[in-house]
């Protein structure tokens, strides 16, 4: 598994339209996700050892956040005849074990991950109420052990965005495995 980083993403970007379902085959569209306040969007799968690690954390946060006006979505690009542990089943099973209660997509051909310019996993994108990205970064200053953090980064970039302030200066790049590029 190669450590990617994710790559700048201009602020104001737009959140692209996808209509995309997950495992049991519920479409969502992009444009029915977004809280009142805005969307917080996760491109994750199962099987990362970073994703792994900071699923407990995304799990807690977009309850925290939810009531706050602001929804979550998981979106697994990794959909790739040499990872079944990233398969739509695999995935099904994951929502249960780990009690996702957010919308987990199944982006298959790979084209939602691709219009977010998403480079691993995780990958996290904060969007504002009018769709617009105003955050796109690590969760806080350590994947690997939640204990050992020193600094949280996506709840103040939250509470930021909600109180009308200007995006946080500093976003550092979330690192992971890369996706697994079907084209590639």
Known sequence: MALVGSIHVNHGTKLPEFSLQD?????????????EEGLLVVVTCNHCPYAIAVWPRVIRLAKAFRAKGIN?????????????????????EKAIEWGIDFPYLVDADQSVSKALDAQCTPDIYLYNADGELYYHGRIDDYWKDENKV?????IPAV???????????????????SIKWLDE
């Not at 495992?23 to 809280?35: D, H, P």
């Not at 040499?82 to 695999?90: F, K």
């Not at 930021?160 to 946080?168: L, V």
């Open 150 to 154: 020193t600094k949280q980064e996506l």
């Open 23 to 35: 495992a049991s085959g519920v479409s969502y569209q992009s444009s029915q996700l977004a809280g």
């Open 159 to 177: 509470e930021a965005m909600i109180a009308g302030h200007e995006a946080p200066a500093t976003q550092y790049p979330t690192i992971g495995c």
């Open 72 to 92: 979550t979505v998981a979106i697994n690009p990794n959909i790739h005849p040499d990872y079944q542990e990233d398969s739509p089943e695999a995935m099904k």
